[in-house]
């Protein structure tokens, strides 16, 4: 089943700019995560964010969660034609199982 | 260090013939998923291994799906007989403990056309 749901589906925007894409989930979680997935290949992992914490960062990749809402951010800043790819959210909870959205695809036009 | 391994990388069979599927998780990892992503229906989980053992198969769609763990280093995902809605890519990923708390390391992927 997927409970992460991400927006925008797909997003296209000039290199350079900063893409910002969200998730939202509907059940108390411990963890999310991001992976990438580039045309024709597996999920690689970008980050992942604990319930404690609201915000972490990796190189151009920031990444916010609010459990309030039930939701979060990925912001990658100085986009580059390589970040081309499908982003997807995963919610790890109380069992072994993460939860996977629908993904957003994201296209970087040079 | 190798990442998780699968094979084969593309297959293409026919209706009705059946289809295997392997996979070598990232040594020292003690956790196996398989999973089946389709445009349609997304990253679908089918079964989960921890040390070997299956613990849960709710994911497999149906009894054409079979898969093994005979030790910690090689996994088999079957398929017979196939069908054409089977078709889709399927990956393979491991971690280590129980799984949620951890990265899953997700290998390359069988796509898998059944004509």
């Known amino acids: 089943s997927q409970q992460g749901e991400e927006d925008p589906q797909a997003l296209s925007i000039q290199e350079g700019e900063n893409a910002t894409m969200n998730c939202s989930y509907k059940t108390s979680i411990n963890n999310l995560q991001w992976y990438r997935q580039n045309s024709g290949r597996g999920l690689v992992h970008l980050i992942l964010i604990r319930s404690n914490e609201r915000e972490k960062h990796s190189g151009r990749l920031r990444v916010t969660l609010d459990t309030s809402k039930k939701s979060s951010s990925l912001l990658i800043t100085a986009s580059r034609a390589a970040d081309t790819a499908s982003y997807f959210c995963a919610t790890g909870g109380s069992n072994y199982q993460l939860i996977w959205g629908a993904g957003t695809k994201l296209i970087i036009k040079p | 260090d190798a990442g998780v391994i699968q094979s084969p990388r593309h297959e293409v069979t026919e209706m009705g013939q059946e289809v295997t599927l392997r996979c070598k998780p990232i040594?020292?990892?003690?956790?196996l998923f398989w999973y089946r992503q389709t445009m349609m229906r997304g990253l679908e989980l089918l079964i989960y291994?921890?040390?070997?053992?299956?613990i849960d198969d709710s994911g497999m769609p149906e009894d054409r799906f079979s898969a093994k763990m005979p030790n910690a280093s090689f996994s088999t995902l079957k398929i017979q007989p196939s069908e054409p809605r089977d078709s889709a890519v399927y990956f393979c990923?491991?971690?280590w403990g129980a799984g949620t708390q951890e990265t899953q390391y997700f290998g390359p992927g069988t796509r898998l056309l059944v004509l």
């Open positions: 291994f921890n040390n070997n053992v299956p």
């Open positions: 040594s020292g990892h003690n956790s």
């Open positions: 990923a491991s971690t």
